[in-house]
């Protein structure tokens, strides 16, 4: 992210951060495939690093792509991933909720 602001392609506004999930719970959610292709495609622009990394190519290679796999960055037992979801749509709800009451200007 400061690597966007510093470009200034990015505000410290921009985006929704989620304090419910961590990184690497967001990364396995989303699927580290679809990261691994992001970054693939990013890379070029927003990045001096022109590649993947090694850890994502190996996991993504070994089928290790996420929670619905069963595991990548983390382990994922059935049910943590809904989990991990509702903690974030909760979240997420409850912003949502606040915003539009006005109570977060």
Not at 34 to 55: G, H, M, V
Not at 87 to 103: H, N, P, V, Y
Request: with cysteine; hydrophobic share 40%; net charge neutral.
């Amino acid at each position: 992210m400061l690597s966007l602001i510093s470009q200034p392609r990015a505000t410290p506004d921009h985006g929704l951060r989620l304090p419910v999930c961590g990184i690497f719970e967001h990364m396995d959610i989303a699927g580290l495939d679809l990261f691994k292709s992001i970054f693939d495609y990013l890379a070029r622009e927003l990045s001096d690093t022109k590649e993947t990394f090694a850890i994502h190519a190996d996991k993504v290679a070994r089928g290790e792509v996420g929670a619905r796999a069963g595991r990548c960055s983390l382990e994922w037992p059935e049910g943590r991933a809904d989990q991990v979801k509702g903690r974030r749509d909760s979240f997420i709800t409850e912003f949502l909720r606040q915003e539009r009451a006005g109570k977060l200007r």
